[in-house]
């Protein structure tokens, strides 16, 4: 009797994992499924948006979202001091302008001026990714 018992629990144990197994939950969180990022994730809010040009370099996360080519670095650690990378982001203008933003940041804004190797990688990165021009 007492052995007949154990062999029953032996089975049922046997068979509930397996039977989970070859069934999938239909309740089961679609996000939490591998491959896909969950909207639950704390850590997606610290994630920086990665939206970028679509023929472009991808954005890198760990820049802000900057798409990621020579130079973004150098920009992000420019221009964050202040703000985000969104405001870049968003923009799309001349190189005239960029040229004037720039020294409207230094002058009026107080932003530290780098060297001029640094300060020509940066305002080449910005006339290539965000231009209206090209
Ligand atoms: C010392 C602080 C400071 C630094 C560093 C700085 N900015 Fe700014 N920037 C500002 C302020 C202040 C504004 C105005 C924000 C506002 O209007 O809310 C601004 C605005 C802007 C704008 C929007 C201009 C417009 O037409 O509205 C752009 C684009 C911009 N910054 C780009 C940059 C870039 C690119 C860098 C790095 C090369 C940079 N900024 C670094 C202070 C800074």
Request: glycine content about 6%; charged content about 25%; overall charge negative.
């Amino acid at each position: 009797m007492r052995a007949i018992t154990k062999a029953v629990i032996a089975l049922a144990l046997l068979a509930g994992p397996a039977d989970a197994q070859a069934r999938p939950d239909p309740m089961r969180d679609a996000s939490l499924q591998a491959g896909t990022i969950s909207q639950t994730d704390p850590m997606v809010a610290l994630r920086a948006p990665t939206e970028a040009a679509p023929d472009g370099p991808a954005a890198n996360a760990e820049l802000g979202g900057l798409p990621d080519a020579p130079g973004a670095e150098e920009t992000y650690y420019q221009c964050v001091a202040c703000h985000s990378t969104d405001i870049i982001k968003q923009q799309r203008i001349t190189d005239a302008r960029w040229d004037e933003l720039w020294q409207w940041m230094v002058e009026e804004q107080g932003m530290f001026e780098p060297d001029p190797e640094t300060r020509d990688v940066i305002l080449a990165y910005l006339k290539t990714q965000f231009s209206s021009e090209r």
